[in-house]
């Protein structure tokens, strides 16, 4: 089984699916990012998303192109966190019953956060691919896919969409890699509208599905991923994301869990976001010399998420 | 001894001097808060200004409106942290030497930005004013105070500026209380702009130094002055800022160490800002039912600075 890439006008009617309903979140300057790394960056502030995430453009966006007979079933997703959330925020939205399979160690404002917008969250102890099919046929739901899905990957590309419209000076783009989902929709873009930018994609060493499938070739399953970044931590890469990252990725990084905790600490305290560690991948990469940035260039970073586990700030 | 009030025109002419050389912060809406706490807040984010605190505003004034004698003595100050980092990035502006007598127990954070930005830190680990006024005089340095004086209050003041040209149609502002610099020059300039809006004042149980100058109607002194929130931690009322408070606020409320806490968790994941504790008090307040909000109207809060301890977060 092979994914088809995207077409560039599946983003463009996810742009305009989803139009009005999303916020259109600021690029950030970062000047004491600057010259900490040399380099020139600006940051995507996905943070600031509905949800807290990117993650909720292309769940919406899949959503919103259900047929009513889906629709009616009601829908179920997968999720270490972000996806649950925006499918329960995106389901509340269209006025139809989501139910969200979570693992039981995830941030618990996650699941707290899906529980708020109104989906039954179900925590699985084990295998948390299995709980999710088992559930979904035996309840005959609509499956919608955390990342692998051309509708998700779609709406991910509206940040692609985004980021050339806004700083169509760019020369490279940073993005940190889960499943895959939001590099999939992102490098299609930067791709076709900006051919001369990079895409790097990072992942954390302790999850890295997506290296390893570049590296076999075919979509692989990790039997534990855990980092983190558990924004991060997918344990399985897609059909249609392995397609598009091969097509369209220059690059795959991995990156250590110290890195990922210095980088987020870092950017927090530079910045004032309050990103969560996935978000903060690219920096854990810049930290570990693993990117060599081109001299004077524009490098845009997806802050993805600031669904942080707060309980943690301010403990002693 | 008493404190005169500052002229408006004061807080304009601080204003024109720090034009350029300092952030004019956004104004951020916060839907989610506004559900949590049923009514309609506006964030003033201060902690996007220079050096991550709305402090530097009164500090650079107050050196830029020193005499080339004062200036080539060299400055000094004292401070839990965002004065210290204030005082070293606008002497390093206007090409002077710095000292900083902090606590020994300051965010290290604070600490290590004060002297990224040049400036000679003393630790003092018992009586810091004591320490303070002894290097103060030995080495015959030119004092500025953190908040006690008529020109760091007017660079204060420039934040009430910024919220009445952006929100006219505010209603009550709530704004945190060390040692009161802060709300002096907010709240003279909107009593003086907006005469029917409320100020309220939100300072620390533990450091609850304004609080009792209100009661004894002198500018008194704590023994000890601690709090979770660093930045409200100050020993002494001034002179200066009683007299403001005295006449231009409305109301002064004091919160706990765990409202301060679940309030900067809270903030933190509703809006994604990297807060400090002291920024967070008006919602500890909030969370305590300290303060009743007028139906229907806005509230505008000062997140006063985003210097939070990052080794906290990610702690488990």
Not at 12 to 40: C, D, Q
Not at 43 to 71: C, H, M, P, W
Not at 265 to 272: E, I, N, Y
Request: aromatic share 4%; with cysteine.
């Amino acid at each position: 089984m092979t994914g088809d890439v995207i077409a560039l006008e599946s983003v463009y009617a996810a742009a305009e699916r989803v139009a009005g309903r999303l916020h259109r979140t600021p690029m950030v300057e970062a000047e004491t990012l600057n010259e900490r790394f040399g380099g020139r960056f600006t940051l995507k502030a996905e943070l600031f998303q509905k949800t807290g995430s990117y993650k909720v453009r292309g769940i919406l966006n899949k959503v919103l192109t259900l047929t009513a007979d889906e629709r009616a079933r009601g829908v179920i997703t997968l999720s270490a966190g972000n996806a649950a959330g925006s499918l329960a925020w995106a389901a509340r939205a269209a006025g139809i019953p989501a139910t969200v399979v979570m693992p039981a160690g995830a941030v618990p404002a996650k699941v707290e956060a899906a529980r708020a917008y109104g989906a039954e969250v179900v925590l699985a102890e084990g295998d948390l691919l299995a709980a999710y099919e088992g559930l979904r046929d035996e309840r005959d739901l609509t499956a919608v896919h955390p990342f692998d899905d051309p509708e998700v990957i779609a709406g991910a590309g509206t940040v692609g969409l985004e980021l050339v419209a806004d700083r169509p000076d760019l020369d490279t783009v940073l993005v940190p890699i889960g499943g895959g989902g939001l590099i999939s929709g992102v490098s299609l873009v930067i791709k076709r509208l900006l051919p001369s930018a990079r895409v790097i994609g990072i992942e954390p060493i302790g999850a890295d599905v997506v290296s390893r499938s570049l590296a076999s070739g075919i979509p692989e399953k990790l039997p534990t991923a855990r980092s983190v970044a558990d924004g991060l931590a997918a344990p399985m890469c897609g059909v249609h994301t392995l397609a598009h990252i091969q097509q369209y990725v220059d690059e795959v990084v991995r990156v250590s869990e110290e890195s990922l905790v210095e980088a987020t600490r870092l950017v927090m305290s530079r910045t004032k976001l309050a990103l969560e560690p996935a978000a903060a991948a690219p920096f854990a990469a810049l930290l570990e010399g693993a990117i060599t940035l081109r001299p004077g260039a524009l490098t845009a970073c997806v802050i993805s998420g600031g669904n942080l586990d707060v309980t943690t700030v301010l403990t002693s």
